[in-house]
């Protein structure tokens, strides 16, 4: 019983491969390296461009700021981002790696994107912008052109609320009928 896909189902494969692959790199780097994606994301941020306020950093990595401050609590609470109020305007909380954060950058690997921009850089031009336009009408397909996307190949936990999940999710039966 070797029945042969339909188009249909070989694209949802495709993407559910797309959407493991993720996911699998995301808890190799938790296992091997203590550290999630975003976690490393970040760091790797504010190594580059320190002290950083939260809500630069959460614009350089295109993610909300109530992620990124989430995130920045388990890397403070494990020493390794310290925060402080800056000098100039007293409300901005500053974000600077510790001597263990700088370490811990250095030693850790480069991203899932990272090999695949190498990749999409092997490409001719046309080749790149035939899969952007494929992936954009993808993403319209499913809906998710409202939600904020980091150019980040990383999974972790939802961070939408329970009511905003439901909000989305509502919205889409709404559309159906």
């Not at 993403?139 to 989305?168: H, N, R």
Request: aromatic letters at 2%; one cysteine or more; a neutral charge.
């Amino acid at each position: 019983m070797n029945e042969e896909r339909s188009t249909e189902e070989s694209i949802i494969s495709a993407l559910r491969r797309i959407i493991r692959v993720v996911d699998l790199h995301s808890k190799h780097l938790a296992r091997r390296y203590g550290l999630t994606g975003p976690q490393i994301v970040l760091m790797k941020a504010i190594a580059r461009h320190q002290p950083l306020s939260t809500g630069e950093l959460a614009e350089r990595c295109s993610l909300g700021q109530a992620t990124v401050s989430q995130i920045l609590d388990r890397l403070e609470k494990r020493r390794l981002v310290r925060r402080s109020r800056s000098s100039i305007d007293k409300r901005r909380v500053m974000n600077e790696l510790t001597e263990a954060g700088h370490k811990a950058v250095e030693s850790s690997p480069s991203l899932l994107q990272d090999r695949f921009i190498s990749e999409l850089n092997k490409l001719a031009d046309w080749e790149r912008t035939l899969i952007l336009s494929i992936l954009q009408r993808v993403s319209a397909m499913m809906s998710v052109d409202e939600l904020p996307a980091s150019p980040v190949l990383i999974s972790g936990p939802i961070t939408a609320s329970a009511e905003e999940t439901a909000d989305f999710f509502d919205g889409e039966e709404h559309k159906e009928t």
